[in-house]
């Protein structure tokens, strides 16, 4: 049976941890996760995804460190004797003295070399991607530079983040089971540098738009649900919507188009979206059309 030290903290990671947990092969000896945060407007203290559910399902031994290049965790580290560190959505760069330790395998959401970085779901979403997949790869210092052990891919046309992050998430619980298991045999494949695109963290403004281009909107759309969203300078969030025409050019944008019964056509200075439910700040989700009807708008007027 395999020791394997896992570090992850979201869902993603949780759904790699939980294939681990419940393989015969693998014995999970301790969890490495970012520390509790304060969430919300209360500013509650919240534990990691991964945290919250191994504290209800085992007495694995859970490790919050701010930092580790302390000393002190990296001796606890080398002290456990693991057979590997699988690594997914941890949010802490391994230093040298814990790669060192024992192969570290890291599930990257993106079929490398593309999309290195914090963000690699949206940015393939925002891309138009329609094929994305994960990977396991041989981690080193640079970040996501490592060789790649194996991969899988999968359609991501249409789906938005939450959906292809649950899509990726499962398939990375099967990849790692075969990659631990068949580790011996692998030949791990240098990345082409040629080939390598980076991706950086997903900040709250990166979901402001502007109706200039339908398809651009729409694939921010899918990129941001669930968080940041897109919105209008004024705080309007667009919360569902659908792409109708993406070529038809339009004199000025934010035009009403078309009335329906729960929704609503508008126009972008390059194609057309309907509207399905929007939400002003600090006010409830409304459909289109009970949005409009509450604003007094009808069809020719603008959404500006």
Not at 105 to 111: F, I, K, P, R
Not at 238 to 251: R, V
Request: contains cysteine; hydrophobic residues 40%.
């Amino acid at each position: 049976m395999k020791k394997i030290i896992f570090m992850g903290t979201p869902a993603y990671a949780t759904c790699i941890l939980k294939a681990l947990l419940e393989n015969e092969n693998f014995n999970i000896i301790a969890l490495f996760t970012q520390p509790d945060k304060a969430v919300g407007r209360k500013q509650i203290l919240t534990p990691s995804h991964t945290k919250a559910f191994l504290s209800n399902h085992s007495c694995v031994p859970i490790f919050t460190p701010k930092s580790l290049k302390d000393e002190v965790i990296i001796k606890q580290i080398s002290d456990l004797k693991p057979d590997f560190i699988v690594v997914a959505a941890y949010g802490k760069i391994l230093p040298k003295a814990i790669l060192d330790i024992v192969p570290c395998v890291n599930l990257h959401a993106s079929l490398l070399p593309k999309y290195r970085g914090a963000s690699p779901i949206q940015s393939a979403i925002l891309n138009g991607d329609e094929k994305s997949g994960v990977c396991t790869m041989l981690m080193e210092e640079g970040l996501d530079t490592g060789a790649i052990l194996e991969s899988l891919e999968c359609d991501i046309k249409d789906k938005n983040s939450s959906e292809v992050f649950e899509i990726l998430a499962n398939l990375a619980a099967k990849l790692i089971i075969s990659t631990l298991l068949n580790f011996e045999n692998l030949i791990p494949k240098k990345q082409d540098e040629n080939l390598a695109t980076q991706c950086a963290k997903i900040k709250k403004e990166d979901g402001m738009i502007t109706l200039n281009n339908a398809r651009e909107i729409y694939q921010k759309y899918l990129a941001f649900t669930p968080w940041p969203n897109i919105f209008l300078a004024n705080g309007l969030k667009f919360l569902e919507l659908e792409l109708i025409d993406e070529n038809k050019i339009f004199k000025q944008d934010g035009e009403i188009l078309e009335l329906d019964k729960e929704s609503f056509l508008l126009s972008c200075k390059q194609g057309i979206l309907r509207i399905k439910k929007l939400q002003e700040s600090g006010k409830k989700v409304l459909d289109g059309r009970t949005y409009l009807n509450g604003k007094r708008l009808k069809v020719g007027d603008y959404l500006h």
